[in-house]
């Protein structure tokens, strides 16, 4: 809670008129109905159609026989620990977290924070609970009322754009201070703890470090980080941009996962044994990761976009191999000492679900730890990534891995990965509705 835990909940919303209760549809948006204070309190039941989770990007749904035929509800039941003032509102306003809930009681198969609370159970039963660490990329740019035209960096306090010099520097010219003293107000009155922040390598972009804790507090923290991110940009005249790549001959935006496993009783790390050593749990961890990978790539890199960041391999590396401290290494291990020994998982972008993101990375680690999977030896320095380390590198490659994966649908269900397949599906063929410039630039002149 964003406030003291002794106050009631009626005491802490004093003066809010109304409540935005909110869920992540499968593309980690906020969905949902803004509910009067007054009905939330009264505990009123928010029905919401069960299709909304199914949302595609562009505003439409897949046929209803993927989210049942009679388009039924299902309910938001919010998380007490996620209700929060809203501190960029100008006026008194809250907003829940909530499940998404079917009637009868049971999580919807289609919610992925519903997805997310099975993984961390199932971890559970196990004596295990996951701890992970998110690292979100961003750009801030001027506004952008024309699509056709390239983002640009907002005029700095020397009336000049920033041309990309300006990576991991502190200096104020840009004239974001504003806008992050807001950002980190918010953050504060959120209850958002951050860890580090900087200028990344890309123009105008940048960087923040989530502090480690358990998985669904994190990805709701993402959620609600991005989400201030793009409403205080308003309110100072800026877009905040969380696509995996906005700009070309530009790194893209990851959100790198930091994953460790501690045990419930006593809190040890169980990927380093008393002798600081790596333990086999550890490498079974990393072998579950090494065969889940390509099957999930649909779920870590969801939009035609994201694969323009994964064409640059070094930044963004698009393989399954593991590495000591090797950035090019999809699977790195960051150097630490044995109590922080933690697994990162590079491939996600800025543009993924955080909730099915996390699960999908700790399910397949936890695949590993089941079947005590062994994974390849690692591979340091300058590499050749093998055949079967290589992942899908289009989105529709990678959908149609995931349509072949009975793992995948064993791990998350066979509800919510055909809807998620005919969700993604309906967004790439809008993609090819359209002609870009490029095509019109370079391949015209040939015809």
């Not at 992540?24 to 509910?35: C, E, F, H, I, T």
């Not at 969801?302 to 698009?318: E, F, G």
Request: glycine share 8%.
């Amino acid at each position: 809670m964003t406030t003291s835990g002794q106050r009631s909940l009626a005491e802490r919303l004093t003066g809010i008129d109304e409540i935005e209760c909110v869920t992540p549809d499968l593309n980690g948006v906020p969905r949902g109905k803004v509910m009067t204070a007054e009905g939330f309190l009264e505990g009123r039941r928010l029905q919401m159609a069960r299709g909304v989770l199914l949302q595609c990007i562009m505003g439409g749904y897949p046929p209803a026989r993927f989210y049942g035929s009679d388009d039924g509800d299902l309910a938001l039941v919010a998380d007490a620990q996620q209700i929060h003032r809203l501190p960029w509102s100008d006026e008194p306003r809250a907003l829940a977290i909530c499940d998404a809930v079917e009637l009868s009681g049971e999580s919807s198969g289609l919610s992925s924070r519903g997805l997310l609370k099975a993984v961390i159970a199932r971890y559970a039963a196990r004596g295990l609970a996951p701890v992970v660490a998110t690292e979100l990329e961003f750009f801030v740019f001027a506004p952008n009322s024309d699509p056709s035209q390239p983002f640009l960096p907002p005029l700095g306090k020397d009336r000049r754009r920033e041309e990309g010099y300006s990576a991991f520097s502190v200096s104020s010219n840009n004239g974001l201070r504003p806008f992050f003293n807001e950002v980190y107000r918010c953050m504060e009155a959120l209850g958002l703890p951050r860890d580090t922040f900087m200028h990344e390598m890309g123009v105008s972009q940048f960087e923040i470090n989530l502090l480690h804790g358990d998985p669904l507090l994190l990805a709701d923290q993402t959620l609600l980080f991005k989400h201030l991110l793009k409403e205080v940009a308003l309110k100072h005249g800026l877009t905040v941009v969380c696509m995996a790549k906005p700009l070309a001959h530009t790194p893209g935006s990851s959100m790198h996962i930091h994953q460790s496993l501690v045990e419930i009783e006593g809190g040890r790390n169980v990927f380093s044994d008393a002798g600081g050593e790596p333990t086999a749990t550890f490498h079974h961890f990393i072998g579950g990761l090494q065969a889940c990978m390509a099957d999930f790539t649909a779920l870590f890199a969801p939009n035609v976009n994201s694969y323009q960041r994964l064409c640059h391999p070094y930044a963004s590396p698009n393989n399954a191999c593991w590495s000591e401290d090797n950035r090019a290494a999809g699977l790195r291990i960051p150097a630490s000492s044995p109590v922080a020994r933690r697994v990162e998982n590079r491939l996600p972008g800025a543009d993924t679900n955080p909730y099915l993101a996390i699960a999908a990375s700790l399910a397949a680690g936890l695949h590993g730890i089941e079947h005590q999977l062994e994974p390849t030896a690692p591979i340091q320095g300058e590499f050749d990534v093998p055949d079967h380390l290589s992942l899908p590198c289009t989105l529709h490659a990678a959908l149609e891995r995931l349509k072949r994966s009975e793992l995948a649908r064993e791990l998350f269900g066979k509800e919510f990965i055909e809807g998620y397949i005919a969700t993604k599906t309906m967004e790439l063929t809008s993609f090819f509705d359209e002609i870009t410039p490029w095509e019109r630039r370079v391949l015209a002149a040939q015809a």
